[in-house]
């Protein structure tokens, strides 16, 4: 059996729709949070349980027979993230997991400016002490592109603080690679990076959008300080603008720069582009 957290959720959802195809629904089962929000899975014959983050004996309930468990990180900024995967890792090794794989995100390495990067550091390192064997799915971004571009469609420019390269990576493909790992023979130990097989910049998505879109699109690099101030007037809390502009310098200190060929191998066939990306949301 393969539990997979998080089912309600972008990623999970997509990776448990891919699973389906593969291995029998009897063999699948979701730990979600909500149990109505999964009865289309339950449907189609996946064993749906209850489980939160927050509630080990439940999580141990929804693992149970679970050969491999799929950790969704959470995305609570209040929560103690840490102690919550440190719960859900023990629960999978109480209730007999023989593999976690657990969705970090690329560049998940001491010194990334981006405290994400710290959740999924300590995660790791918990991962690595568990006894158990296990993989880091060290996810490309694949975060909507108008929040790390802003409304360029509306302005004409991708006003942004300078940025760096950055395999922008398409979420459906992450899942259905997911699902292929979780479902194969081949076995990953310890971190593995998934991304797009191309790292582009904003230079590059002036280029891409001007193309797709017949107009001047240009790039203009705001000052940090600059950008904090503008998004506060926009109603941003400051908070929340310093947390977005640690990506930015994240990108521009190169950690996320590399692209690994590894998601094209595993779908065997090129990941979807940025100009992909950016033409399917010009499409909607
Ligand atoms: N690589 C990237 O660019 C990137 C971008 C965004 C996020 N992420 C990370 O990757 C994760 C998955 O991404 P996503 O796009 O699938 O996000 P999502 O759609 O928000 O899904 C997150 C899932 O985690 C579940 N969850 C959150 N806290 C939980 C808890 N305490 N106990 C049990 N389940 C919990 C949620 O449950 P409910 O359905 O009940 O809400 C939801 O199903 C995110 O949570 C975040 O950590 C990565």
Do not use: C
């Amino acid at each position: 059996m393969i539990v997979v957290t998080g089912a309600t959720g972008g990623l999970g959802g997509a990776t448990v729709e891919h699973l389906l195809e593969r291995v029998p629904a009897g063999q699948i089962g979701v730990s979600v949070r909500d149990v109505a929000k999964a009865q289309h899975f339950a449907d189609r014959g996946v064993r749906v349980r209850q489980g939160s983050y927050e509630n080990p004996a439940a999580l141990r309930d929804s693992f149970a027979g679970a050969e491999q468990v799929l950790l969704v990180s959470g995305n609570d900024p209040a929560a103690d993230m840490v102690g919550l995967h440190r719960d859900a890792i023990e629960a999978a090794v109480a209730a007999g997991a023989r593999r976690i794989l657990y969705t970090s995100q690329q560049g998940a390495v001491p010194g990334n400016p981006y405290p994400p990067s710290d959740i999924h550091i300590a995660t790791e390192a918990i991962l690595a002490r568990s006894g158990v064997a296990w993989t880091a799915l060290r996810n490309g971004a694949y975060g909507p592109l108008d929040q790390v571009l802003g409304p360029w469609q509306r302005t004409g420019v991708i006003a942004q603080p300078a940025d760096g390269p950055v395999p922008y990576t398409d979420r459906a493909d992450i899942a259905e690679a997911t699902a292929v790992i979780l479902a194969g023979d081949r076995a990953f130990d310890g971190p593995v990076t998934l991304t797009a097989p191309t790292a582009v910049t904003f230079d590059d998505f002036a280029d891409i959008a001007s193309d797709l879109t017949g107009r001047t699109i240009e790039r203009i690099v705001l000052d940090d300080e600059r950008w904090v101030a503008e998004r506060i007037t926009t109603g941003v809390p400051e908070q929340l603008a310093r947390l977005m502009l640690t990506w930015y310098q994240a990108a521009r200190a190169r950690y996320f720069a590399e692209a690994d060929p590894l998601l094209a191998e595993l779908l065997g066939r090129e990941p979807r582009s940025a100009a992909d990306r950016l033409a399917a949301h010009l499409a909607t």
